[in-house]
Nanobody, 122 residues
Framework: VQLVESGGGSVQAGGSLRLSCAASEYAGPGYDYTIAWFRQAPGKEREGVAT????????YYADSMKGRVTVARDNGLKKSYLQMNDLKPEDSGMYYCSIGDYCTFVAGAYEAWGRGTQVTVS
């Protein structure tokens, strides 16, 4: 599986960004797999931002971003989208998407990762 993130950039506080994740393929059964977004700031551990198992399950969001982030997926196109609003400087970091079998914010549970897209909020 290859994952490619895009959409990062530099924005001012209060701005918005929409990140995209494109997956080349996934061997899971049908569309029952989790797509998750994580972020990592320099010197900090990777932390979960949003995770979404499938269209029949609600997404889960990190407390730090509830009300400011929405995740969506297009199974046909094998894409996930992370809409982030009212961004704050503490939201800066490298944002990664990942695919796995379980809906969790435990990074080690995920099998495949993209190379990330940088988000900088000033």
């Amino acid at each position: 599986v290859q994952l490619v993130e895009s959409g990062g950039g530099s924005v001012q506080a209060g701005g918005s960004l929409r990140l995209s994740c494109a997956a080349s393929e996934y061997a899971g059964p049908g569309y029952d797999y989790t797509i998750a977004w994580f972020r990592q700031a320099p010197g900090k551990e990777r932390e979960g931002v949003a995770t979404h198992y499938n269209d029949n399950e609600r997404p889960y969001y990190a407390d730090s971003m509830k009300g400011r982030v929405t995740v969506a997926r297009d199974n046909g196109l094998k894409k996930s989208y992370l809409q982030m609003n009212d961004l704050k400087p503490e939201d800066s970091g490298m944002y990664y998407c990942s695919i796995g079998d379980y809906c969790t914010f435990v990074a080690g549970a995920y099998e495949a990762w993209g190379r990330g897209t940088q988000v900088t909020v000033s």
